[in-house]
């Protein structure tokens, strides 16, 4: 794993939770404990990481900084707000971050990391100088055109399911949505446009992204199945 680098981390956490029934997913209760928290643990534990970002929509800057100080998170600098996209909040959080040779990006979203994806991912990281979690897509895939009639079946095995932790050298990152002048759907995205090779290594399917209240309870029987 990279070792006498500082490495940095931006938690990026300012999506709307639309589909989420009026619920603040950052915010909403895992186990007693906000989703954000069992996030930013994780990171605070994690020896490989130096400085932790959170960025956060406007609406929920106060209770962020409020959270932050509470459980006085030691790694945690800043408290930042997002942008309109979650590139440019990305971006926001990557501008805070100091002296950092590389730069762990995290959905706030995913409460079920552990500093063994973080780790692994430094690790694969050092190959390539990116590195993004994934895993094998399960399911058949079908391309369908405007009008929804199928166009082509890809084959399953070269199909991967992206999530993150998803880690970069800090100048291929900050230079990719530097030249960013579309949107990208991860950070990895980004980095590929400039013709960088980003290594793929293994996620994990526990390591889901809270999306909807459906979401919200499956995650809470994998915790209280983990035991934490």
């Not at 956490?13 to 603040?24: H, K, L, P, V, Y």
């Not at 690790?123 to 390539?128: C, F, G, H, N, Y």
């Not at 499956?218 to 209280?224: M, S, T």
């Amino acid at each position: 794993m990279i070792k006498n680098e500082r490495v940095g981390a931006v938690i990026a956490a300012a999506g709307s939770s639309q589909r989420m029934a009026g619920i603040d997913k950052i915010f909403a209760d895992l186990d007693g404990v906000p989703v954000l928290s069992h996030v930013v643990y994780v990171f605070e534990r994690c020896q490989a990481i130096d400085q932790v970002i959170i960025v956060l929509g406007r609406q929920n800057l106060e209770m962020g900084r409020r959270l932050a100080a509470e459980r006085r998170w030691s790694k945690v600098t800043d408290v930042c707000e997002g942008g309109s996209r979650r590139q440019d909040s990305v971006a926001n959080g990557l501008a805070r971050l100091v002296s950092c040779s590389w730069v762990v990006i995290h959905d706030g979203a995913r409460p079920m990391v552990t500093e063994q994806l973080i780790e692994q991912g430094l690790d694969a990281a050092s190959e390539t100088g990116a590195a993004i979690a994934a895993v094998p897509v399960t399911d058949t895939i079908k391309v369908a055109g405007q009008n929804m009639i199928v166009q082509g079946t890809p084959p399953r095995q070269s199909l991967w399911s992206v999530q993150t932790p998803q880690v970069f050298r800090s100048d291929m990152i900050r230079e990719a949505y530097s030249q960013t002048g579309f949107e990208v759907t991860d950070d990895s995205g980004a980095v590929e446009r400039l013709g960088h090779k980003v290594k793929i290594y293994p996620g994990s399917y526990d390591n889901m992204k809270i999306t909807t209240p459906d979401d919200l309870a499956i995650a809470g029987v994998l915790w209280r199945k983990r035991g934490s």
